[in-house]
């Protein structure tokens, strides 16, 4: 009886059976089928986002719109960054990829890594965009990129400008860089944190190869994470650039997808050229990545100059803290020189170069807080001269050695003169690189209107606030004239490059001033019947000499340069011979005005023969901060004929 009542009891407990199993096998596993599924459901929600054309995206794809026809193409050139084959040039298509990649738990890119550890960036990027369960995902273990991002301990981000190094051409314009900030922004915390660089890597090419190269898009460039004391020796000891730090108000979830980023971009190469994809163009894109509304890339669409990169970071609402100022070790020098007691300087020189012994009688007769201040600037100036580009020799090792037991000898503690003062004005305070001219003079009782036009970058007379004392580069300027006697229009000059670096010697370097130019300019010949007129040239010069600072504010320089003239309209088709020129430029503290004094003689002695002698005085007047009048003046003789020449010019930067 019992069993027949359990039988039934079980009849009718089939259909709750039933149920109990569906629900049973619902806690089950998915299906094999399911991971293909979600992988359409996410695809078709970043479609139906339009993901594909959002700003994060693109930034870290790091597409950029082509320059002829429509479309874009990614900067990066390395294949395995791509995860579909169009897509360097297809973002949805990228997107669709990667997505299926993080599906499949095999998907390894550079050293077997996992894909999703491989694209940090992207991964946290669409996990975040899309909802995703990353349950329902591979989950592999990332190991290496968390050590990593440990090791940073990045919570901010500073953009690091180092001013430009005339003695390199391809920094003749700056730098720019990212540190990530760890610990309690400190400067101890400072010097422990990490610097992100993008550079070229020339190999051991330097000259034509080099400039050729650089300009035509040939290096390979790529990220680098090094950290910021050993960005700070190269930059600011090596190379004698001051450094200006411009803290960034990213938020630490910014900073985060900054870092994952970076990670995702070790091993890839971009194309590196000077003037547009160089260091400050791929640090922009970095910020883009962190913070895409910026759109900072979008507004360099032709050439992208470091110091204007700096000036677009700051016009940003709220993107910048507040600034700081690192001397390089040359300028700390230098402003030692001027509060050094007299007679000091020699003494410093001789100490570094070992022809002073630091226990000399006329070290220990100094009282002691200059004799602390000459044993480390003696210190000091060995590390410029000896020690920042090679290892020691024995006999400089105990020089040094012997030079830092005399100081810790002296009873005062840090350093006995004040520091170098901070510029008054930083590099994104200075005025903008292009510039536009309007303006009217005479030349040979010729009376004319000109327009100009200077895409870069600064010369000699231009306001020197935030950019190198003594340094100038003209790139592709191009004047316009309309002679109003004869109604002749002329292109007056076209600079394709002009460069001047004017160094003072002082007494503690001695470094040799140059120059270089090339373009086509204007130059009065004889026209046949005893008069002179203008005649299209090529004109070229390069040359050497010294530089002096008479006084604060002023430079005095002499320059021995070759010159070659080549045109038609010379008898021989070219002048070549030596010239001379000579000058001072001086200005108030408050740099409303600047003049320069000058003179030349120019002697062409192969092809077309003549003596051309020129001097000459040259004004600025700052008008506003991005304003400025300019006038010259000038009397030349040449082909035995003398002739005066004056303008005045109504400037515009922008």
Avoid at 113 to 123: N, S
Avoid at 393 to 412: N, T
Avoid at 432 to 446: E, H, I, K, M, P
Wanted: charged share 25%; hydrophobic share 40%; aromatic share 12%.
């Amino acid at each position: 009886m019992l069993r027949a009542r359990g039988l039934r009891a079980c009849r009718a407990l089939r259909p709750l059976g039933g149920l109990v199993l569906v629900a049973l096998l619902g806690s089950l596993p998915a299906r094999a089928d399911e991971p293909t599924a979600y992988l359409a459901e996410l695809t078709a929600a970043a479609d139906a986002a339009h993901l594909a054309s959002d700003p994060e995206w693109i930034a870290l794809l790091h597409y950029e719109p082509l320059h002829f026809g429509r479309g874009v193409r990614s900067t990066a050139e390395t294949a395995w960054f791509f995860q579909a084959p169009t897509g360097r040039t297809d973002p949805q298509a990228e997107l669709r990829a990667t997505l299926a990649k993080f599906f499949d738990a095999e998907a390894t890119l550079r050293d077997d890594e996992p894909i999703q550890c491989a694209l940090r960036a992207r991964f946290q990027w669409l996990v975040e965009r899309l909802a995703i369960d990353i349950s329902r995902l591979p989950q592999p273990s990332c190991d290496a990129y968390d050590e990593w991002r440990t090791a940073l301990d990045a919570r901010a981000a500073t953009l690091i400008f180092p001013e430009a190094y005339m003695n390199n051409p391809s920094s003749l314009f700056g730098h720019t860089l990212l540190r990530l900030d760890a610990g309690d922004g400190t400067a101890r915390s400072d010097l422990l944190s990490y610097g992100v660089n993008f550079s070229a890597d020339t190999g051991t090419d330097g000259g034509i190869p080099f400039a050729y190269k650089g300009i035509l898009g040939y290096y390979p460039g790529r990220f680098s994470v090094d950290p910021y004391y050993d960005i700070l020796s190269r930059y600011g000891d090596t190379e004698a650039r001051d450094i200006w730090e411009y803290p960034l108000t990213l938020t630490r979830a910014e900073v985060d997808l900054l870092i994952a980023h970076l990670w995702e971009l070790r091993g890839v190469d971009f194309s590196y050229y000077f003037f547009d994809e160089n260091c400050s163009y791929q640090i922009l894109a970095l910020l883009d990545v962190a913070r895409p509304s910026l759109r900072l890339t979008a507004q360099f669409p032709a050439w992208v100059i470091p110091a204007d990169t700096v000036r677009a970071i700051g016009r940003e609402p709220g993107l910048i803290g507040t600034p700081s100022y690192r001397a390089s070790l040359a300028t700390e020098l230098r402003h030692d020189a001027r509060e050094l007691p007299s007679g000091a300087p020699p003494l410093v020189s001789a100490l570094a170069d070992g022809r002073l012994a630091p226990d000399a009688p006329e070290i220990a007769a100094l009282a002691a807080p200059a004799r602390a201040a000459v044993l480390g600037d003696a210190y000091r100036l060995f590390r410029v001269r000896y020690a920042n580009t090679r290892a020691l020799d024995p006999d400089e090792q105990r020089r040094a050695r012997a030079i830092l037991l005399a100081r810790s000898e002296v009873p005062i503690e840090g350093d006995p003169l004040p520091p170098p003062p901070t510029p008054a004005v930083r590099p994104d305070e200075g005025h903008r690189s292009d510039r536009a001219a309007l303006g009217t003079g005479v030349r040979n009782g010729q009376y004319y209107v000109e327009a100009a036009i200077r895409p870069a970058y600064h010369d000699l007379l231009d306001p020197l606030g935030g950019y190198t004392a003594g340094a100038q580069i003209d790139f592709m300027a191009l004047a316009l004239r309309y002679y109003t006697k004869h109604r002749d229009f002329r292109v007056e000059r076209f600079t394709l490059v002009d460069i001047v670096s004017l160094t003072p010697w002082d007494a503690f370097f001695h470094p040799i001033s140059w120059s270089v130019g090339t373009g086509l300019d204007n130059r009065l010949l004889p026209n046949g019947h005893n008069d002179l007129q203008e005649e299209y040239i090529w004109h070229n010069h390069l040359g050497g000499g010294l530089a002096f600072a008479p006084w604060p504010g002023a430079i005095a320089y002499g320059l021995a340069e070759a010159v070659v003239d080549w045109s038609p309209a010379l008898n021989d088709n070219f002048a070549v011979g030596p010239e001379a020129r000579a000058g001072l430029f001086a200005g108030p503290h408050d740099d409303r005005w600047r003049a320069e004094l000058y003179g030349s003689v120019t002697g062409f002695v192969i092809g077309d023969q003549s003596q051309w002698y020129r001097g000459g005085l040259d004004l600025r007047l700052t008008l506003a901060p991005q304003m400025d009048l300019r006038g010259d003046i000038s009397g030349n003789r040449d082909f035995d004929q003398d002739w005066i020449e004056g303008g005045l010019r109504w400037e515009v930067f922008f």
